[in-house]
């Protein structure tokens, strides 16, 4: 195992250029990963500045590249993203550009493709258990109550 304690600013800079240019990377990302290296404040500062210049760290582009990620992967609906973006310290202007990149209808294609597939899942025969259990999915998906709510009202 390699002394980190030792490492130099250069090496560091070099890793975390691989760490960003393998994936997209928030700057909370990045400052957990230089917390395993022994540098100063100054030295962390420098290492983001560099990774900004050299576009290996933009905020914007990993916001965007998220939201539409976890939309088509996972299925998430724009208040979890919201939240999962939040959570990473992105500013609100950020996360509603990057909720902007999602095409309403590819939007409301994906809410009745999910609503559908988990409706059909579900082997219930109580029709107020199978609903509730349907909203439960779809909100901890983070898609709007109001929408989930109607849409899953007209399933029986």
Wanted: charged share 30%.
């Amino acid at each position: 195992m390699e002394n980190k304690s030792n490492i130099s600013i250069a090496d560091v800079i070099q890793k975390l250029e691989y760490y960003c240019s393998y994936q997209e990377r928030c700057h909370v990302e990045v400052r957990d990963k230089l917390k395993q290296f022994n540098l100063t404040s100054l030295e962390k500062d420098t290492v983001i500045v560099h990774l900004i210049d050299q576009n290996f760290l933009n905020e914007e582009r990993f916001a965007q590249i998220f939201t539409i990620s976890k939309f088509h992967q996972k299925g998430w609906g724009k208040k979890r993203i919201s939240n999962e973006l939040k959570a990473r310290h992105i500013s609100s202007y950020l996360i509603n550009n990057a909720l902007k990149t999602i095409p309403e209808e590819e939007y409301e294609m994906m809410f009745i493709a999910l609503v559908e597939k988990q409706w059909n899942s579900l082997t219930d025969t109580d029709l107020f258990k199978k609903r509730k259990k349907c909203c439960d999915f779809l909100l901890r998906k983070g898609w709007e109550s109001d929408k989930v709510y109607d849409q899953v009202m007209r399933l029986n």
